[in-house]
């Protein structure tokens, strides 16, 4: 089966920047409260009594799931890069760290406390956000929740050049209130929404940051 365009650039650009992004965004959340805040909250719906673990999907290099990892969670991480995936295991030995594709999961139906998808989404297609998003769902015990971070807007930026590398990479900015709505159709239930404004760090390039929390019904 063909591999699709957009999964062979982006493992192909992480493969490329892996040392250097990790190096660069080491420390990034240590300037970002708000994100951290997020995470927290998540990680307190994750440690529900009797919830599987959690997978942080497109983990790269592993700095959420270790962060996730600090806050008590039971997680690990999948990418689909495996540069990615070789950085993670040497940067973080005490963690697990998967190859693997959001759009076709090795897990099982109703396993998974938490998934995490931090900016993780951004190189999807539009049209593929579904299959993602049920994929999510399906891998989700009930009651377990979901934590999504992507970049709020409506267009689409197109990298020659990221983290001293030269690749080729597309960036999508997606309506919250269409990723709701996608999130939705999945069977995933809105628990919170935050969208930010661009730190200085970010300006002016990035633009506003969205942060969802949501779950799957225990009815599911």
């Known amino acids: 089966m063909t591999e699709a365009t957009y999964l062979h650039a982006t493992r192909t650009a992480y493969d490329t920047v892996a040392v250097d992004y990790e190096r660069i965004l080491r420390d990034e959340l240590a300037a970002k409260p ?3 805040a997020m995470l927290a909250a998540f990680a307190e ?23 996730l990892h600090s806050l008590g969670v039971n997680v690990f991480g999948v990418d689909l890069s495996p540069e990615m995936i070789a950085v993670a295991r040497r940067t973080h030995p005490g963690l697990r760290f998967e190859e693997g594709s959001m759009t076709g999961l090795d897990l099982k139906d109703d396993t998974l406390g938490g998934v995490v998808a931090w900016y993780s989404t951004v190189h999807t297609p539009p049209e593929v956000l ?13 009651g377990g929740s979901m934590l999504l971070a992507f970049k709020a807007g409506d267009r689409l930026n197109h990298l020659d050049r990221a983290y001293g590398h ?19 159709e999945a069977g995933l239930v809105l628990d919170a929404r935050m969208v930010r404004e661009p730190d200085e760090s970010e300006k002016p390039r990035q633009g506003r940051q969205a942060f969802f929390v949501a779950h799957k019904p225990t009815g599911s």
């Open 166 to 184: 030269e690749l080729s990479l597309d960036v999508y900015w997606m309506s919250p209130d269409h990723i709701a709505d996608l999130m939705s």
């Open 130 to 142: 579904p299959t993602v998003f049920a994929e999510c769902h399906r891998v989700l015990a009930p």
């Open 34 to 36: 708000l994100d951290r």
């Open 45 to 67: 719906f994750s440690r529900a009594p009797g919830g599987g673990p959690v997978a942080e999907l497109g983990c790269g290099p592993g700095r959420v799931t270790a962060h």
